[in-house]
């Protein structure tokens, strides 16, 4: 089992940076992941802001592009460095990982029923 935290999150002003930081725990069923961060605010689907895979690869959406930066640590930590904050980044915001060997640009968009998911750290930018 694998047990994902979030941490980091918390209230700023637009234009203002934030890092969000999960923390990964637990016996990894794999060595291929593909990790990733996703949003959700109330009233909308959760959708992907940023994703890495084992390979490396990166793929942002397109609203945080230039904005937002994901990073890795070995699969053990994954970071999401949020800069130029606007009012519409406000969401919880999900860490997830999956060890089936998906891509990148795959677990951006959606991520496998198998994934292993944080239990959401909330973000409020202020204009």
């Known amino acids: 089992q694998v047990h994902l935290m979030e941490s980091g999150g918390g209230s700023v002003q637009a234009g203002g940076s934030l890092r969000l930081s999960c923390a990964v725990s637990?016996?990894?069923?794999?060595?291929?992941?593909?990790m990733a961060w996703y949003r959700e605010s109330p009233g909308k689907e959760r959708k992907g802001v940023a994703a890495?895979?084992?390979?490396?690869?990166i793929v942002y959406a397109d609203s945080v592009k230039g904005r937002f930066s994901i990073s890795e640590d070995n699969a053990k930590n994954l970071y999401l460095h949020m800069d130029s904050l606007k009012p519409e980044d406000s969401a919880t915001y999900y860490c997830?990982?999956?060890?089936?060997?998906?891509?990148?640009?795959?677990?951006?968009?959606?991520?496998?029923?198998?994934?292993?998911w944080g239990q959401g750290i909330q973000v409020n930018v202020s204009s």
């Open positions: 637990g016996n990894a069923p794999g060595s291929r992941y593909c």
């Open positions: 997830a990982a999956d060890y089936g060997g998906w891509e990148a640009h795959f677990c951006r968009i959606e991520m496998p029923a198998s994934t292993f």
């Open positions: 890495i895979d084992s390979t490396g690869s």
